[in-house]
């Protein structure tokens, strides 16, 4: 049992995942559905009674309940993760990425208190202010501007260009203008807070 739980905590070669999304994007195109994980909010909140007053709620429930299933999925997943295959070592990102980061004064952590070494915890963390701040605002324009563009980033540039879609297309050059300009505008203007 242990050499299955350190094969499978161990990282994989890009190509498993790529083989995975591809697979899965054939089936979801076979089957007529689209794939993308931000629908989830719009089921739930139909299951929740949203549609008897608001018409964009007002779908079939039981149509997405496969979206649902693949959302718990995903979290209890997550959780099967992070608690049982955690890596003790930190993401393996490039040095130049380190240094710059450093310029802002985030170290790249070696391992967190819980010996988990997965993200920098000096920014991620609720102990203060600005980090509660980042995570609330940060999941409110996430979870914003996934229902407004329709989609979020993974339902437009997996599902949305394996179908060829125009505007999937112009919605991606969207979030990589985007990810550029808060990668070298915003970004060090809020860690200069």
């Known amino acids: 049992m242990d050499s299955i739980i350190s094969f499978i905590s161990q990282p994989w070669h890009w190509a498993v995942s790529g083989t995975a999304i591809a697979l899965t994007m ?14 989830s909010f719009k089921a739930i909140c139909a299951a929740a009674g949203a549609g008897k007053r608001i018409q964009f709620f007002n779908i079939n429930v039981k149509d997405e309940f496969w979206r649902l299933a693949f959302v718990a999925g995903g979290l209890v997943g997550g959780f099967i993760a992070g608690h049982f295959l955690e890596s003790p070592e930190a993401v393996d990102i490039s040095t130049s990425t380190i240094e710059y980061l450093s310029t802002m004064g985030i170290s790249y952590p070696e391992s967190d208190a819980l010996g988990r070494g997965f993200v920098p915890t000096d920014l991620f963390n609720f102990s203060s202010l600005r980090g509660v701040l980042l995570a609330l605002i940060g999941g409110f324009l996430v979870g914003f501007g996934a229902r407004y563009g329709d989609g979020c980033t993974s339902g437009h540039a997996i599902t949305g260009l394996s179908n060829l879609q125009l505007p999937s297309l112009i919605t991606v050059i969207g979030f990589f203008i985007g990810g550029l300009l808060m990668t070298h505008l915003l970004f060090p203007l809020l860690m200069g807070l």
């Open 26 to 39: 054939a089936l979801m195109i076979w089957m007529g559905r689209s794939f993308g994980v931000s629908t």
